[in-house]
């Protein structure tokens, strides 16, 4: 038994019983021991010190602070004797469960997924199927019960399967919604035995900074359930490393390992205050974990049941930048105390386009008012980025902004509307599209197709054009895309051009290409002699037409394409009325 006697380190503030552990976090060593128990002595108590419960230790330090712990008398305490060097630890008596931890911890439920990936370099083909576990909880609404995990624990899944603590069955969940821009999915489980005798977590409110919170869930290490302890250490917009989105976030000194995504994190009271989703990794940082806070779970939850699916969170499509410069406010025309931020572009595909301009300077957003840094008040005390309260908001609800324009004050309304990105993050489960011609082919460029191409390092190992698109490219209309050609299989057609690859198509015989219909379309279309590509860095393919088409097919046989295009894109062929549907096997004739 390890006792720690420094008394010393009491936090000033006023403590429950079930926390005066925690001062003397990292105090403790373990050498040698598999396993440990940590115990400590609280002054004040009848016979002169009083024992808390022995809680397992993670991490060195006491965790499940949910309740506060019946005593032992001084007779049950343990005794540490010492033989052959290696320190012998005796039982303690154990009390009787406590049931408000249990009926806490039996809503934490283990999550098994199978999930069957697209090769995004060879978009024909999916990856060998794998297997992953994380965590998730239970939460209702009304008379409806759901389990709440990340959308990244159940990317491209075949199957998912659920297990309580207190049980050895797996059940099968369906997935009613992923949230990709918030990483969080929604479960259900269609037989009954899975929800009886657990009630499901209460929703806590957004806790502050220096609040103890606990994080539970099935990381790697073990099979069992794990329990972690820190404090609230940062709350602010975030990015969304799954979704790319950037949302309310807690950031938390908790331990955070694979596994955990989709696990609850508690406070003292016993509420679920947010869902364990990213760590932040770098030499230079230790213990640097995110949490969804409830606001966003609510968000989530609430949009489900207007919709019945995952609409998205809005965002006003704009760029901006801060108006600190005392000369910049004065040369725009702002006097006194007013303050804002400069509008820099507006996107096109925006709903806010025609409406907000580049050179305005947005005042106030619902009638509160924006600060020259962008910030806006936060609860007593606090500031934070205005975007969070557009995040509040959902696709189709009306915004009020109050811009100054050419020093006219004006009052404008914008109904907000999900941002679409040129270069996704993700596809929303969705295989990638592809187009093969005479052993040339032709996708989409998205996050993941760099990721597998390019590895985690893609930032700074993908050609330079396919990242400027990436992290400055703005859509001009709705239906445009990036098309790249992704790599060339070598044929009679494409002698001389095998080394082209990564390189985005900006047009087919002088015509612009907007996405990868409108080249499948043009190719298909074409009757004449040549046909010409027109690619990054003034490269040029140009290729016999009536050649390309013919060896089409033999490309498709030789590596067991099933396809000369991905289902998406003959859909569309076959709906525009380009290509009839008896002609839409493996043949351009």
Not at 85 to 92: F, I
Not at 178 to 197: H, M, P, Q, S
Not at 504 to 525: A, K, P, T, Y
Request: a negative charge; one cysteine or more; hydrophobic letters at 35%.
């Amino acid at each position: 038994m390890v006792v720690l006697h420094s008394l010393n380190r009491f936090l000033a503030r006023p403590v429950s019983l079930s926390v005066l552990v925690r001062p003397w976090l990292g105090t403790a060593r373990y050498d040698g021991l598999k396993s440990c128990r940590l115990q400590a002595f609280l002054p004040g108590a009848s016979e002169g010190w009083g024992l808390l419960r022995d809680a397992p230790c993670q991490n060195g330090f006491s965790t499940l602070p949910f309740k506060e712990r019946p005593r032992y008398s001084r007779e049950k305490k343990a005794r540490s004797t010492a033989e052959n060097g290696v320190q012998e630890l005796n039982d303690l008596e154990e009390a009787e469960e406590d049931p408000d931890r249990t009926r806490l911890l039996n809503s934490v439920i283990k999550v098994y997924c199978k999930h069957t990936e697209p090769n995004f370099s060879l978009p024909w083909q999916r990856k060998r199927q794998i297997s992953t576990s994380s965590s998730g909880f239970m939460v209702s609404q009304g008379r409806e019960k759901w389990v709440l995990t990340n959308a990244h624990s159940v990317q491209y899944y075949s199957q998912v399967q659920v297990k309580r603590r207190d049980d050895d069955r797996k059940f099968i969940a369906r997935v009613l919604a992923i949230g990709t821009d918030c990483d969080i999915a929604l479960l259900t489980v269609d037989e009954r035995e899975f929800w009886e005798g657990v009630e499901p977590l209460p929703l806590g409110p957004l806790p502050r900074l220096q609040d103890y919170v606990t994080v539970v869930g099935y990381p790697i290490g073990g099979d069992s359930i794990s329990v972690t302890s820190g404090v609230v250490s940062r709350i602010e917009m975030t990015q969304y490393s799954h979704g790319g989105c950037e949302l309310l976030a807690a950031q938390i000194d908790a331990a955070i390992n694979s596994g955990n995504s989709g696990g609850p994190v508690f406070n003292e009271s016993g509420h679920c205050v947010g869902i364990a989703f990213q760590s932040y990794c770098d030499s230079d940082v230790e213990n640097i974990g995110y949490m969804i806070p409830t606001p966003v779970i609510r968000h989530f939850l609430q949009d489900y049941h207007m919709n019945k699916m995952f609409t998205g969170f809005p965002n006003l499509g704009v760029s901006w930048q801060r108006m600190e410069a005392p000369d910049l406010r004065r040369a725009i025309g702002m006097e006194g105390n007013a303050s804002g931020v400069l509008l820099r572009s507006v996107h096109p595909t925006s709903s806010a386009h025609g409406i907000l301009k580049p050179g305005d300077v947005l005042m106030e957003f619902d009638g509160v008012r924006i600060a020259n840094d962008g910030t806006v008040p936060f609860r007593n005390g606090e500031r934070i980025m205005y975007p969070y309260l557009m995040a509040q908001k959902f696709v189709g609800d009306v915004a009020h902004f109050q811009v100054l324009r050419d020093g006219r004050m004006m009052k404008l309304q914008v109904e907000l509307s999900r941002y679409e990105p040129l270069v996704p993050p993700h596809l929303e489960n969705r295989d990638p599209s592809f187009f093969i011609l005479a052993g040339f082919v032709f996708t989409t460029l998205n996050e993941h197709y760099l990721l597998s191409e390019y590895g985690s390092s893609y930032s700074t190992e993908a050609p330079v054009k396919l990242l400027h698109q990436l992290y400055c490219g703005v859509k001009m209309h709705r239906r445009q895309q990036v098309v790249v050609l992704s790599q060339v299989l070598a044929s009679d057609a494409t002698v001389g051009f095998e080394d082209a690859c990564n390189v985005q198509v900006h047009s087919f015989n002088g015509e612009v290409v907007h996405d990868l219909n409108h080249l499948v379309e043009m190719v298909i279309s074409c009757e004449d002699e040549y046909m010409r590509f027109d690619l990054d860095f003034e490269q040029v393919i140009v290729v016999n037409s009536e050649l390309a088409k013919k060896t089409t097919v033999d490309v498709l046989e030789e590596h067991s394409i099933p396809d000369m295009a991905s289902p998406d894109v003959m859909s569309h062929l076959e709906n525009v009325g380009v290509l009839a549907k008896r002609t839409r096997k493996r043949t351009l004739r």
